[in-house]
Protein backbone atom coordinates (compact mmCIF):
# COMPACT_ATOMS: atom_id res chain seq x y z
CA UNK A 1 0.00 0.00 0.00
CA UNK A 2 1.09 3.79 -1.20
CA UNK A 3 1.05 4.86 2.49
CA UNK A 4 1.19 8.78 1.21
CA UNK A 5 -1.75 7.49 -0.75
CA UNK A 6 -3.69 6.08 1.62
CA UNK A 7 -3.24 9.37 4.22
CA UNK A 8 -4.45 11.68 1.69
CA UNK A 9 -7.53 9.90 1.23
CA UNK A 10 -8.36 10.79 4.73
CA UNK A 11 -8.46 14.37 4.94
CA UNK A 12 -11.22 13.98 2.18
CA UNK A 13 -13.30 11.29 3.95
CA UNK A 14 -13.63 12.68 7.24
CA UNK A 15 -16.35 14.47 6.71
CA UNK A 16 -18.49 11.74 4.94
CA UNK A 17 -20.49 10.48 8.42
CA UNK A 18 -21.89 14.07 8.56
CA UNK A 19 -22.73 14.21 4.99
CA UNK A 20 -24.57 10.84 4.36
CA UNK A 21 -27.87 12.07 6.30
CA UNK A 22 -28.05 14.94 3.34
CA UNK A 23 -26.95 11.79 0.65
CA UNK A 24 -29.45 9.68 1.77
CA UNK A 25 -32.25 12.13 1.66
CA UNK A 26 -31.30 13.03 -2.09
CA UNK A 27 -31.05 9.46 -2.92
CA UNK A 28 -34.88 8.46 -1.61
CA UNK A 29 -35.68 12.35 -3.81
CA UNK A 30 -34.15 10.74 -6.64
CA UNK A 31 -35.26 7.67 -6.92
CA UNK A 32 -38.78 9.46 -6.57
CA UNK A 33 -38.45 11.53 -9.35
CA UNK A 34 -37.25 9.33 -12.14
CA UNK A 35 -36.89 10.53 -15.48
CA UNK A 36 -36.67 8.61 -18.91
CA UNK A 37 -33.58 9.13 -21.09
CA UNK A 38 -32.82 11.92 -22.69
CA UNK A 39 -35.59 13.64 -20.45
CA UNK A 40 -33.41 13.84 -17.16
CA UNK A 41 -34.21 17.72 -16.60
CA UNK A 42 -34.73 17.78 -12.61
CA UNK A 43 -32.00 15.44 -11.94
CA UNK A 44 -29.65 17.56 -13.96
CA UNK A 45 -30.77 20.48 -12.51
CA UNK A 46 -30.16 19.02 -8.93
CA UNK A 47 -26.26 17.69 -10.01
CA UNK A 48 -25.92 21.15 -11.18
CA UNK A 49 -27.35 22.92 -8.43
CA UNK A 50 -25.18 20.40 -6.00
CA UNK A 51 -21.85 21.18 -8.32
CA UNK A 52 -22.47 25.34 -7.88
CA UNK A 53 -22.94 25.49 -4.18
CA UNK A 54 -19.53 23.19 -3.96
CA UNK A 55 -17.85 25.84 -5.93
CA UNK A 56 -17.12 24.00 -9.37
CA UNK A 57 -18.02 25.16 -12.72
CA UNK A 58 -20.80 24.16 -14.08
CA UNK A 59 -22.09 23.76 -17.66
CA UNK A 60 -25.61 22.34 -18.60
CA UNK A 61 -27.54 21.00 -21.84
CA UNK A 62 -24.36 18.91 -23.07
CA UNK A 63 -26.01 16.52 -25.32
CA UNK A 64 -29.20 18.08 -24.56
CA UNK A 65 -29.76 17.07 -20.75
CA UNK A 66 -25.81 16.31 -19.73
CA UNK A 67 -24.10 18.02 -17.05
CA UNK A 68 -20.55 19.04 -16.44
CA UNK A 69 -18.71 20.15 -13.81
CA UNK A 70 -15.11 21.57 -13.33
CA UNK A 71 -12.90 22.18 -10.16
CA UNK A 72 -9.31 23.47 -10.88
CA UNK A 73 -7.18 22.76 -7.97
CA UNK A 74 -3.69 23.62 -9.19
CA UNK A 75 -1.08 21.83 -11.47
CA UNK A 76 -1.98 17.96 -11.52
CA UNK A 77 -3.55 15.21 -13.56
CA UNK A 78 -7.31 15.34 -15.31
CA UNK A 79 -9.86 13.18 -13.61
CA UNK A 80 -13.17 12.42 -14.94
CA UNK A 81 -15.59 10.81 -13.02
CA UNK A 82 -19.26 9.47 -14.80
CA UNK A 83 -22.39 9.10 -13.30
CA UNK A 84 -25.14 8.10 -15.14
CA UNK A 85 -28.62 9.35 -14.63
CA UNK A 86 -31.92 7.65 -16.01
CA UNK A 87 -34.53 5.47 -15.23
CA UNK A 88 -36.06 2.88 -16.80
CA UNK A 89 -39.90 2.37 -18.01
CA UNK A 90 -40.27 0.09 -15.27
CA UNK A 91 -43.37 -0.12 -12.60
CA UNK A 92 -41.58 -0.28 -9.21
CA UNK A 93 -42.97 -2.81 -6.88
CA UNK A 94 -39.73 -2.48 -4.01
CA UNK A 95 -42.89 -1.37 -1.53
CA UNK A 96 -40.51 0.91 -0.63
CA UNK A 97 -41.82 4.12 1.38
CA UNK A 98 -40.26 6.44 -1.23
CA UNK A 99 -41.08 4.17 -4.43
CA UNK A 100 -41.53 5.78 -7.93
CA UNK A 101 -45.16 6.84 -8.17
CA UNK A 102 -44.17 8.71 -11.76
CA UNK A 103 -45.85 7.98 -14.93
CA UNK A 104 -44.31 9.87 -17.95
CA UNK A 105 -44.92 9.57 -21.85
CA UNK A 106 -41.87 8.42 -23.74
CA UNK A 107 -40.70 8.50 -26.93
CA UNK A 108 -43.81 6.76 -28.89
CA UNK A 109 -46.64 9.06 -27.03
CA UNK A 110 -47.42 6.54 -24.62
CA UNK A 111 -47.76 7.01 -20.95
CA UNK A 112 -45.25 4.44 -19.22
CA UNK A 113 -44.31 3.95 -15.26
CA UNK A 114 -40.65 4.97 -14.28
CA UNK A 115 -38.29 3.51 -11.81
CA UNK A 116 -34.99 3.71 -10.91
CA UNK A 117 -34.74 0.34 -12.06
CA UNK A 118 -31.07 0.03 -12.52
CA UNK A 119 -29.69 2.13 -9.86
CA UNK A 120 -28.52 5.04 -11.33
CA UNK A 121 -30.66 7.23 -8.91
CA UNK A 122 -27.49 6.01 -6.68
CA UNK A 123 -24.48 6.78 -9.34
CA UNK A 124 -25.90 10.60 -9.26
CA UNK A 125 -25.75 10.48 -5.15
CA UNK A 126 -22.62 8.78 -4.98
CA UNK A 127 -20.87 11.47 -7.75
CA UNK A 128 -22.22 14.33 -5.55
CA UNK A 129 -21.11 13.00 -2.25
CA UNK A 130 -17.57 12.47 -3.84
CA UNK A 131 -17.28 16.14 -5.62
CA UNK A 132 -18.43 17.50 -2.30
CA UNK A 133 -16.23 15.85 -0.33
CA UNK A 134 -13.02 16.70 -2.73
CA UNK A 135 -14.37 20.29 -2.28
CA UNK A 136 -14.63 20.90 1.31
CA UNK A 137 -11.02 19.11 0.73
CA UNK A 138 -8.80 21.05 -1.74
CA UNK A 139 -5.52 21.34 0.47
CA UNK A 140 -5.23 17.41 -0.13
CA UNK A 141 -5.37 16.97 -3.82
CA UNK A 142 -3.90 18.96 -6.73
CA UNK A 143 -5.57 18.71 -10.43
CA UNK A 144 -8.89 19.16 -12.18
CA UNK A 145 -11.34 16.98 -11.14
CA UNK A 146 -14.52 16.49 -14.23
CA UNK A 147 -17.53 15.36 -12.67
CA UNK A 148 -19.73 14.12 -15.80
CA UNK A 149 -23.30 13.70 -15.30
CA UNK A 150 -24.77 11.18 -18.09
CA UNK A 151 -28.10 11.10 -19.90
CA UNK A 152 -29.89 8.52 -21.49
CA UNK A 153 -27.63 4.96 -20.87
CA UNK A 154 -30.04 3.15 -21.05
CA UNK A 155 -30.66 4.06 -24.57
CA UNK A 156 -26.95 3.87 -25.35
CA UNK A 157 -27.74 7.34 -26.46
CA UNK A 158 -26.04 9.91 -23.73
CA UNK A 159 -22.12 9.51 -23.84
CA UNK A 160 -22.43 9.92 -27.49
CA UNK A 161 -24.70 12.81 -27.70
CA UNK A 162 -22.28 14.79 -25.65
CA UNK A 163 -19.50 13.77 -27.28
CA UNK A 164 -21.36 15.16 -30.16
CA UNK A 165 -22.01 18.12 -28.45
CA UNK A 166 -18.44 19.00 -28.14
CA UNK A 167 -17.55 17.40 -24.90
CA UNK A 168 -14.09 16.89 -26.09
CA UNK A 169 -13.37 20.32 -27.50
CA UNK A 170 -15.09 22.21 -24.42
CA UNK A 171 -13.26 20.17 -21.74
CA UNK A 172 -9.88 19.41 -20.63
CA UNK A 173 -8.36 16.08 -21.68
CA UNK A 174 -8.71 13.85 -18.70
CA UNK A 175 -5.52 11.60 -17.65
CA UNK A 176 -8.04 8.82 -16.63
CA UNK A 177 -11.38 8.45 -16.87
CA UNK A 178 -13.46 6.99 -14.31
CA UNK A 179 -16.85 5.27 -14.00
CA UNK A 180 -18.75 2.47 -11.42
CA UNK A 181 -22.33 0.65 -10.89
CA UNK A 182 -24.42 -0.99 -8.65
CA UNK A 183 -24.80 -4.30 -9.06
CA UNK A 184 -26.41 -7.80 -6.72
CA UNK A 185 -23.27 -8.39 -4.32
CA UNK A 186 -22.42 -8.19 -0.86
CA UNK A 187 -23.02 -4.44 -0.30
CA UNK A 188 -20.10 -2.54 0.11
CA UNK A 189 -18.08 -4.95 -1.91
CA UNK A 190 -15.74 -3.96 -4.81
CA UNK A 191 -15.86 -5.88 -8.29
CA UNK A 192 -13.47 -5.60 -11.29
CA UNK A 193 -11.20 -6.60 -13.80
CA UNK A 194 -9.08 -5.28 -16.26
CA UNK A 195 -9.80 -6.05 -20.09
CA UNK A 196 -13.56 -6.22 -20.93
CA UNK A 197 -15.58 -5.92 -17.94
CA UNK A 198 -18.78 -5.07 -19.65
CA UNK A 199 -20.07 -6.69 -22.92
CA UNK A 200 -20.73 -4.96 -26.24
CA UNK A 201 -24.22 -5.08 -27.49
CA UNK A 202 -26.22 -5.14 -30.50
CA UNK A 203 -30.10 -4.66 -30.60
CA UNK A 204 -31.62 -5.51 -34.31
CA UNK A 205 -35.52 -5.11 -35.59
CA UNK A 206 -36.41 -7.54 -38.19
CA UNK A 207 -39.46 -6.68 -40.03
CA UNK A 208 -40.84 -9.80 -41.89
CA UNK A 209 -43.41 -9.85 -45.09
CA UNK A 210 -45.57 -12.35 -46.22
CA UNK A 211 -48.96 -12.44 -47.74
CA UNK A 212 -51.92 -12.19 -45.49
CA UNK A 213 -55.15 -14.51 -45.90
CA UNK A 214 -57.94 -16.06 -44.26
CA UNK A 215 -57.43 -18.31 -41.71
CA UNK A 216 -59.00 -21.33 -43.44
CA UNK A 217 -56.64 -20.72 -47.32
CA UNK A 218 -53.78 -20.97 -45.85
CA UNK A 219 -52.81 -22.00 -49.65
CA UNK A 220 -52.74 -18.82 -50.17
CA UNK A 221 -51.03 -17.50 -47.40
CA UNK A 222 -46.61 -16.71 -47.18
CA UNK A 223 -46.83 -16.99 -43.69
CA UNK A 224 -44.63 -14.47 -41.66
CA UNK A 225 -45.56 -16.00 -38.75
CA UNK A 226 -44.21 -19.55 -39.60
CA UNK A 227 -41.71 -18.01 -41.07
CA UNK A 228 -40.94 -15.82 -37.40
CA UNK A 229 -40.97 -18.72 -35.54
CA UNK A 230 -38.53 -21.04 -38.05
CA UNK A 231 -36.04 -18.23 -37.82
CA UNK A 232 -36.21 -17.64 -33.64
CA UNK A 233 -35.27 -20.88 -33.46
CA UNK A 234 -32.77 -21.04 -36.48
CA UNK A 235 -31.38 -17.87 -34.76
CA UNK A 236 -30.20 -19.87 -31.33
CA UNK A 237 -27.84 -21.97 -33.61
CA UNK A 238 -25.45 -19.23 -34.18
CA UNK A 239 -24.34 -19.38 -30.85
CA UNK A 240 -24.68 -23.35 -30.53
CA UNK A 241 -22.95 -24.10 -33.89
CA UNK A 242 -21.13 -21.13 -35.22
CA UNK A 243 -19.30 -19.74 -32.19
CA UNK A 244 -16.98 -21.99 -30.16
CA UNK A 245 -17.01 -22.95 -26.79
CA UNK A 246 -13.89 -20.79 -26.04
CA UNK A 247 -15.93 -17.62 -27.09
CA UNK A 248 -18.60 -16.15 -25.36
CA UNK A 249 -21.72 -14.51 -27.35
CA UNK A 250 -25.76 -14.44 -26.45
CA UNK A 251 -27.97 -13.89 -28.86
CA UNK A 252 -31.37 -12.97 -27.14
CA UNK A 253 -35.06 -12.37 -29.54
CA UNK A 254 -36.99 -10.44 -26.88
CA UNK A 255 -40.05 -9.46 -29.17
CA UNK A 256 -41.75 -11.56 -31.74
CA UNK A 257 -45.17 -9.48 -33.21
CA UNK A 258 -47.06 -10.56 -35.58
CA UNK A 259 -51.47 -10.17 -36.17
CA UNK A 260 -54.05 -9.17 -34.57
CA UNK A 261 -56.45 -12.49 -34.91
CA UNK A 262 -56.53 -15.55 -34.52
CA UNK A 263 -58.08 -17.00 -38.01
CA UNK A 264 -56.40 -13.87 -39.98
CA UNK A 265 -52.93 -14.71 -41.42
CA UNK A 266 -50.70 -11.42 -41.29
CA UNK A 267 -48.91 -9.58 -44.06
CA UNK A 268 -46.07 -9.37 -41.91
CA UNK A 269 -44.60 -9.71 -38.68
CA UNK A 270 -41.83 -7.70 -36.31
CA UNK A 271 -39.09 -9.48 -34.36
CA UNK A 272 -36.89 -7.61 -32.18
CA UNK A 273 -33.49 -9.48 -30.90
CA UNK A 274 -30.05 -8.69 -28.68
CA UNK A 275 -26.84 -9.23 -29.14
CA UNK A 276 -23.93 -9.26 -26.34
CA UNK A 277 -20.12 -10.14 -27.10
CA UNK A 278 -16.57 -9.47 -25.99
CA UNK A 279 -14.82 -9.53 -29.01
CA UNK A 280 -14.69 -7.82 -32.48
CA UNK A 281 -14.16 -10.20 -34.30
CA UNK A 282 -17.05 -12.91 -32.65
CA UNK A 283 -19.30 -9.79 -32.98
CA UNK A 284 -18.61 -9.49 -36.41
CA UNK A 285 -19.45 -13.28 -37.23
CA UNK A 286 -22.84 -12.99 -35.44
CA UNK A 287 -24.25 -10.27 -37.08
CA UNK A 288 -23.16 -11.63 -40.58
CA UNK A 289 -24.63 -14.99 -39.01
CA UNK A 290 -27.83 -12.97 -38.08
CA UNK A 291 -28.11 -11.18 -41.56
CA UNK A 292 -27.23 -14.65 -43.58
CA UNK A 293 -30.27 -16.91 -41.91
CA UNK A 294 -32.77 -14.01 -42.04
CA UNK A 295 -32.15 -13.15 -45.91
CA UNK A 296 -32.18 -17.18 -45.97
CA UNK A 297 -35.11 -17.94 -44.31
CA UNK A 298 -37.39 -15.33 -46.18
CA UNK A 299 -36.42 -16.95 -49.28
CA UNK A 300 -36.92 -20.31 -48.48
CA UNK A 301 -40.44 -19.19 -47.50
CA UNK A 302 -40.84 -17.31 -51.07
CA UNK A 303 -41.20 -14.24 -49.16
CA UNK A 304 -42.71 -10.90 -51.74
CA UNK A 305 -40.26 -9.01 -50.20
CA UNK A 306 -35.87 -9.13 -48.52
CA UNK A 307 -36.63 -8.40 -45.30
CA UNK A 308 -35.48 -5.05 -43.42
CA UNK A 309 -33.33 -5.38 -40.69
CA UNK A 310 -32.25 -2.36 -38.88
CA UNK A 311 -29.97 -1.33 -35.79
CA UNK A 312 -32.39 -0.05 -32.99
CA UNK A 313 -28.67 0.59 -30.77
CA UNK A 314 -25.64 -0.08 -29.96
CA UNK A 315 -23.26 -0.30 -26.66
CA UNK A 316 -19.64 -0.31 -27.37
CA UNK A 317 -17.31 -2.80 -25.56
CA UNK A 318 -15.83 -1.66 -22.03
CA UNK A 319 -12.28 -2.33 -21.82
CA UNK A 320 -10.26 -1.18 -18.43
CA UNK A 321 -6.93 0.38 -19.29
CA UNK A 322 -4.55 -2.58 -17.88
CA UNK A 323 -2.55 -0.28 -16.07
CA UNK A 324 -4.74 2.21 -14.22
CA UNK A 325 -6.87 -1.03 -13.35
CA UNK A 326 -3.78 -1.91 -11.54
CA UNK A 327 -3.33 1.75 -9.86
CA UNK A 328 -7.46 1.71 -9.49
CA UNK A 329 -7.32 -1.51 -7.26
CA UNK A 330 -4.42 -1.29 -5.37
CA UNK A 331 -6.07 2.21 -4.18
CA UNK A 332 -8.94 0.07 -3.09
CA UNK A 333 -7.11 -2.89 -1.79
CA UNK A 334 -5.29 0.15 0.30
CA UNK A 335 -8.34 1.47 1.53
CA UNK A 336 -11.23 -1.19 1.77
CA UNK A 337 -9.28 -4.36 2.34
CA UNK A 338 -8.40 -7.41 0.53
CA UNK A 339 -11.50 -8.51 1.70
CA UNK A 340 -14.04 -6.50 0.21
CA UNK A 341 -12.30 -6.18 -3.02
CA UNK A 342 -12.57 -8.83 -5.45
CA UNK A 343 -12.09 -9.92 -9.31
CA UNK A 344 -14.72 -10.83 -11.10
CA UNK A 345 -15.53 -11.84 -14.93
CA UNK A 346 -16.68 -9.97 -17.43
CA UNK A 347 -20.28 -8.98 -17.39
CA UNK A 348 -22.94 -9.71 -19.91
CA UNK A 349 -24.24 -6.58 -19.22
CA UNK A 350 -23.85 -3.52 -21.26
CA UNK A 351 -22.55 0.12 -20.71
CA UNK A 352 -21.74 3.38 -22.75
CA UNK A 353 -19.53 4.56 -20.29
CA UNK A 354 -16.21 3.17 -22.82
CA UNK A 355 -17.16 5.53 -25.32
CA UNK A 356 -15.49 8.66 -23.13
CA UNK A 357 -11.79 6.61 -22.99
CA UNK A 358 -12.14 4.99 -26.20
CA UNK A 359 -12.90 7.90 -28.56
CA UNK A 360 -11.31 9.98 -26.34
CA UNK A 361 -8.08 7.89 -26.28
CA UNK A 362 -7.64 8.07 -22.63
CA UNK A 363 -7.40 5.38 -20.11
CA UNK A 364 -10.69 3.90 -18.39
CA UNK A 365 -11.64 1.85 -15.84
CA UNK A 366 -14.86 0.84 -14.47
CA UNK A 367 -16.04 -1.24 -11.68
CA UNK A 368 -19.13 -2.45 -9.69
CA UNK A 369 -20.47 -2.10 -6.26
CA UNK A 370 -22.22 -4.21 -4.29
CA UNK A 371 -25.85 -3.14 -3.53
CA UNK A 372 -27.14 -6.62 -1.75
CA UNK A 373 -27.96 -6.96 1.85
CA UNK A 374 -24.59 -8.87 2.81
CA UNK A 375 -26.51 -11.56 5.17
CA UNK A 376 -29.25 -12.41 2.38
CA UNK A 377 -27.00 -12.69 -0.66
CA UNK A 378 -24.97 -15.01 2.10
CA UNK A 379 -27.96 -17.34 2.50
CA UNK A 380 -28.97 -17.07 -0.72
CA UNK A 381 -25.39 -18.11 -2.35
CA UNK A 382 -25.52 -20.76 0.53
CA UNK A 383 -28.90 -22.52 -1.06
CA UNK A 384 -27.61 -21.95 -4.57
CA UNK A 385 -30.47 -19.18 -4.92
CA UNK A 386 -28.68 -16.21 -5.90
CA UNK A 387 -30.84 -16.04 -8.94
CA UNK A 388 -33.85 -15.15 -6.95
CA UNK A 389 -32.63 -11.84 -5.65
CA UNK A 390 -33.79 -9.06 -8.27
CA UNK A 391 -31.15 -8.02 -10.46
CA UNK A 392 -30.86 -4.77 -11.62
CA UNK A 393 -33.97 -3.68 -14.34
CA UNK A 394 -36.12 -6.23 -11.59
CA UNK A 395 -39.29 -4.19 -10.36
CA UNK A 396 -38.44 -5.22 -6.75
CA UNK A 397 -34.32 -4.10 -7.74
CA UNK A 398 -33.65 -1.45 -4.82
CA UNK A 399 -29.82 -1.18 -3.33
CA UNK A 400 -29.69 -1.74 0.31
CA UNK A 401 -29.14 2.03 1.60
CA UNK A 402 -25.96 1.03 4.08
CA UNK A 403 -22.97 0.68 3.30
CA UNK A 404 -24.51 1.25 0.00
CA UNK A 405 -24.01 4.63 -0.28
CA UNK A 406 -20.81 5.60 1.62
CA UNK A 407 -19.04 2.54 -0.39
CA UNK A 408 -19.82 3.98 -3.58
CA UNK A 409 -18.67 7.53 -2.35
CA UNK A 410 -15.68 6.20 -1.09
CA UNK A 411 -14.40 4.17 -3.73
CA UNK A 412 -15.07 7.28 -6.15
CA UNK A 413 -12.55 9.73 -3.56
CA UNK A 414 -10.50 6.57 -3.55
CA UNK A 415 -9.97 5.97 -7.11
CA UNK A 416 -9.56 10.04 -7.67
CA UNK A 417 -7.13 10.00 -4.77
CA UNK A 418 -4.98 7.30 -6.87
CA UNK A 419 -4.11 10.40 -9.55
CA UNK A 420 -4.68 13.49 -7.98
CA UNK A 421 -2.12 12.33 -4.31
CA UNK A 422 0.31 9.97 -7.20
Known amino acids: MNIARSTAVQPVLANLDGLLPELESLYKDIHAHPELSMQETRTAALAAERLRTAGYEVTTGIGKTGVVGLMRNGDGPTVMLRADMDALPV ?3 TGAPYASKVKATDDEGKSVPVMHACGHDMHVTWLIGATTLLA ?3 SAWQGTLMAVFQPAEETAQGAQAMIDDGLFQRFPKPDVVLGQHVMV ?5 IGGRTGAITSAADSLQIRLFGRGAHGSMPQASIDPV ?8 RLQTIVSREISPAEAAVVTVGALQAGTKENV ?7 KLNVRTFDPGVRARVLAAI ?10 SGAPRAPEITPLDRYPLVTNDLEATRRVVAAFRGHFGEKRVRETGPASASEDFGSFGAEWHAPSVFWFVGG ?4 AYSKAKAANRLNEIPTNHNPRFLPVMHPTLESGVEALVVASQAWFSA
Open 136 to 138: KAR
Open 372 to 375: TDAD
Open 226 to 233: VMAAALVL
Open 265 to 271: IPDEALI
Open 91 to 93: EEA
Open 185 to 189: GPAGT
Open 291 to 300: ERIVKAEAAA
